[in-house]
């Protein structure tokens, strides 16, 4: 899901020389991989008042005037870096729009988190449809891709994040491990523990979608 590393450090270096385009350049290539990271974590009452792209928006505004002190000190990857903003900058956004006006919001749309999968994420499933699929086989998919984010919705939300990053935005072990401050081995570990708990809901073994 996330732009290919090495191309990510040559922008980085042209960035750091003074080059306004690869500054943008490195900016435009990480959208829509952050529209898909923070569509996955807005609930569905926030989702009906802001669109992911404006979040996304701000977030690479904000990347874009502390790209220097990044490039100085980078103590992470670029696309964790650019994470951690977008978290940053959800955390905000629901607390503007579910704390302060958690009345009104509640009153236009209810989340029952586990009762049904979220609508961003329902849309993001359909768009992980291999467009090679004959018609049956993909109906097949579209409806396990179905239980897996209503089986995603009643995992507790540590558990939750763990298969998003590794199976959604298919993150490695490592970037799992240094996002969340774990060791290898403890990331390893939450992540089994994850699918166990997901395949109890889904209540088979069936392989997970991506």
């Known amino acids: 899901m996330w732009p290919d590393s090495s191309e990510t450090q040559e ?18 290539r990480h959208r829509q991989s952050l529209r898909k990271m923070v569509q996955l974590r807005m609930d569905r009452a926030l989702s009906q008042r802001i669109d992911a ?19 100085k000190d980078a103590r992470m990857p670029f696309h964790l870096w650019l994470r951690q903003l977008a978290k940053d900058q959800l955390i905000d ?49 579209k409806e396990f891709q179905q239980r897996f984010y209503q089986a995603l919705a009643e995992l507790e939300e540590d558990d939750r994040e763990l298969i998003l990053m590794r199976h ?24 089994l ?4 708990r997901l395949r109890e809901i889904l209540g088979d073994s069936t392989s997970l979608p991506g």
């Open 53 to 71: 792209s404006d979040i996304v928006q701000d977030v690479l505004l904000e990347a874009s005037q502390r790209l220097v002190d990044y490039i």
């Open 11 to 28: 922008l980085l270096t042209r960035a750091e020389g003074g080059e306004t385009a690869a500054v943008n350049q490195l900016m435009e």
């Open 193 to 196: 523990r994850a699918l166990r």
């Open 168 to 191: 959604v935005e298919q993150l490695s072990n490592s970037d799992v491990a240094q996002s969340l401050g774990l060791s290898q081995p403890a990331a390893g570990m939450r992540h």
């Open 93 to 141: 956004t629901h607390r503007r729009h579910r704390v302060a006006q958690r009345r009104s919001l509640d009153r236009e749309q209810p989340l029952v988190r586990h009762a049904n999968a979220d609508h961003s994420s329902l849309d993001l499933a359909a768009q992980l449809q291999d467009q090679e699929l004959t018609p049956a086989a993909a109906a097949l998919r």
